[in-house]
């Protein structure tokens, strides 16, 4: 879906490797999904984390949303988030249920008011899901999809649902190298990893950071942003248990499973460093916001018998999440110095990147779904197998957006 001639300079392909030894720093989602798609690709991988275990940070939530991200235009976010969603089920599919606790129970995302509705019918009959993955119901017909009294008309996504993202961790990622990365250098063997006492963890040919805001670590310069969310793990009220599918909008609530509904979730500026603990207040805001969604299907819920998990979303500044090789920042600045001063004519030399160094991060608040076409983007980069998206989608996902950004904007 793209050659490497199509591209512009700045956003040019690197050179496609054959496979050999990928270390893949962070078992979270981004990480899982990267060690599966290079294994398929035929490379040894090494999946590092600090932990020593999968799903320990963002990607800990014992339930996770899968269901599509949808607006009504066509734009490059949309366009990614219906391919990702795509792509997602496609991997989702591919695995048994019971290992990633998969809830095939569907979702309605309610519309925010009357005027809302007639965009949720547009994006049902124009966007770009088609008919067998979204309905617009109205306010009686979501109630009996929903299994208890819907007030306002909804979209329904028939194959959404939820799944257990460390279970999903676990089952794409595989065995993992306890190691807390803190340098990285090139060596006649390969990129040798340390940690903060210098020690070697891993010699690669190919390194993937897939750590979330860490990812800072290969690429400084990547404009990654932390913002806490918390969920609440709430046992069920006489009228919840009726609930049949995830209701979505300002809030959303998980049909009961393992006696536990998942509702959520807050979303906080946070020091991206500081611990996380559960908050009575943030049970709180989110059980105020499932009110405006679902009116009082959790008004009498034993307050007492709340639990829930905190942890840190790796946000981007454009909301979409990055997938691609890291450019070398100083050789991009010094070589499209002309496209600060407006000269997009110029002819200019490829893209030079930093050698066998990629990131996947930046998966925000969608990184169960958007992850595994994340990875399958990343695993081209590096192979050079055929792109699984358009070439406008490719560049807009790719790292050097920002620095080229920046350019732009500092323009004399
Ligand atoms: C409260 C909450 C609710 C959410 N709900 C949903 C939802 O319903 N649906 C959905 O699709 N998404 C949801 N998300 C978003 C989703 O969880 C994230 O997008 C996703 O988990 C990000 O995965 P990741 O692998 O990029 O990051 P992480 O899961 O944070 O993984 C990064 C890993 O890197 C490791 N690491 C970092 N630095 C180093 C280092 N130097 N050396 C070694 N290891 C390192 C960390 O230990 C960690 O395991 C939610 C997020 C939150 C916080």
């Not at 969310?229 to 919840?240: E, F, H, V, Y």
Request: aromatic share 6%.
């Amino acid at each position: 879906m793209g050659t490497a001639a199509e591209f512009e300079p700045w956003f040019a392909p690197a050179t496609p490797r054959t496979p050999g030894r990928a270390a893949v720093v962070g078992a979270g989602i981004a990480g899982a999904c990267v060690s599966q798609a290079l294994r398929r690709h035929g490379w040894e991988v090494t999946l590092i984390d600090r932990h020593g275990a999968a799903a320990m940070e963002a990607s800990g939530n014992p339930v996770g949303v899968i269901m599509p991200r949808v607006t009504a235009d066509d734009g490059i976010e949309s366009r990614v988030h219906a391919a990702a969603w795509d792509f997602a089920l496609r991997t989702f599919d591919a695995l048994d249920d019971a290992a990633i606790a998969r809830q095939r129970c569907g979702a309605l995302l309610l519309a925010a008011d009357a005027a809302d509705e007639a965009r949720c019918a547009r994006i049902a009959s124009d966007g770009l899901l088609p008919a067998t993955q979204v309905a617009f119901l109205d306010a009686s017909a979501a109630s009996d999809v929903a299994g208890c009294k819907i007030t306002r008309a909804a979209l329904y996504f028939p194959q959404a649902g939820t799944l257990s993202p460390p279970h999903l961790c676990r089952a794409l990622g595989g065995d993992i190298l306890r190691a807390d990365v803190r340098s990285l250098s090139h060596t006649v063997d390969g990129i040798v990893l340390r940690d903060a006492d210098g020690a070697a963890c891993a010699t690669a040919d190919v390194v993937v950071f897939a750590n979330a805001l860490s990812a800072t670590l290969a690429a400084p310069w990547l404009p990654l942003t932390a913002r806490r969310g918390q969920i609440t793990l709430a046992p069920p009220t006489p009228s919840s248990t009726a609930l049949k599918c995830v209701l979505a909008g300002e809030a959303y609530v998980t049909p009961l499973r393992d006696n536990r509904h998942c509702l959520g979730a807050t979303f906080d500026w946070t020091d991206a460093h500081a611990p996380q603990p559960v908050r009575d207040e943030d049970h709180a805001r989110n059980l105020a916001s499932l009110a405006t969604l679902c009116g009082d299907l959790f008004a009498d819920v034993d307050r007492d018998a709340l639990a829930g998990r905190a942890a840190v979303r790796c946000m981007t500044p454009d909301h979409l999440f990055v997938s691609g090789p890291v450019p070398d920042r100083d050789t991009f600045n010094t070589d499209y110095a002309g496209v600060r001063h407006g000269q997009h004519w110029r002819s200019y030399p490829p893209a030079r990147y930093v050698p066998g160094v990629y990131v996947l991060t930046g998966l925000g608040a969608r990184g169960v779904v958007t992850a595994p076409l994340g990875a399958e983007l990343l695993a081209s980069h590096i192979t050079g197998a055929a792109w699984p998206l358009a070439r406008e989608l490719v560049t807009a996902l790719h790292p050097a957006r920002f620095l080229l950004r920046d350019l732009k904007r500092v323009r004399n």
